[in-house]
């Protein structure tokens, strides 16, 4: 296999056993106005957090513009236990994450004692990093939120992968998007790249 099927190995299980995208399931909600703005392009982010927390607040910045994008809980939608997804037009480039905050529930409460808001000026390397490719839907993977304490500060750690149940949410909930919007593998690093063309990689590679 070559390195970029390497670098989405996970997803060309779903390739190869067959998984198509293109009947969507109209069985939800829709997404209204499905318009984009020249030079933008969607973000798909599935966000799992631990258990009881909640998103507050996460920001995006633009590696090159420096402009932020700031997301609040209100923008995302209940993707499974302790997860949330979000589908929100940006600006063309890469960006990386620069500011997380989360709420913490006790029974039906939020808790009063919150942790501070977590940040970085700058990404730590280009693998934090994700591509936003304008006029298309980019699925930046499912971020599964680590955050440890070391004494008084706190560190924030992210395992991203793919999930095709993220793609398969994306067509039950936001039905006029994924019909109207072809969608690329937006991953971090990486020059994201079209779903179909990934397909052809990888069947062209499984019959290698």
């Known amino acids: 296999m070559t390195s970029i099927t390497q670098a989405y190995g996970r997803l060309a299980v779903f390739c190869l056993v067959g998984v198509s995208l293109s009947s969507p399931i109209l069985t939800a909600e829709t997404a209204g106005d499905i318009a984009l703005q020249p030079d933008h392009g969607f973000l798909l982010i599935r966000i799992v957090g631990a258990s009881g927390e909640r998103i507050k607040r996460l920001d995006f910045t633009n590696v090159d513009t420096r402009k ?14 302790n997860a949330w997804m979000c589908l929100l037009p940006l600006p063309a480039g890469r960006y990386f994450w620069s500011k997380y905050a989360s709420d913490y529930s006790i029974g039906l409460e ?3 004692n ?12 280009a693998s934090d990093t994700f591509e936003i490719v304008p006029g298309v839907i980019n699925y930046a993977g499912d971020w599964k939120i680590r955050i440890a304490s070391d004494g008084p500060s706190r560190r924030w750690s992210v395992d991203v992968n793919q999930n095709i149940k993220t793609l398969e949410r994306l067509f039950e909930r936001y039905p006029e998007y994924a019909n109207k919007y072809e969608i690329y593998l937006s991953m971090m690093g990486k020059e994201a790249i079209s779903f179909v063309e990934f397909q052809k990689i990888v069947e062209q590679h499984s019959g290698s």
Do not use: H
Not at 68 to 81: E, L, V
Not at 114 to 125: L, M, Y
């Open 68 to 81: 932020i994008i700031k997301t609040r809980s209100d923008m995302y939608k209940s993707a499974g236990p």
């Open 110 to 112: 939020l808790s009063r």
């Open 114 to 125: 919150q942790d501070p808001v977590i940040g970085q000026k700058e990404p730590s390397s």
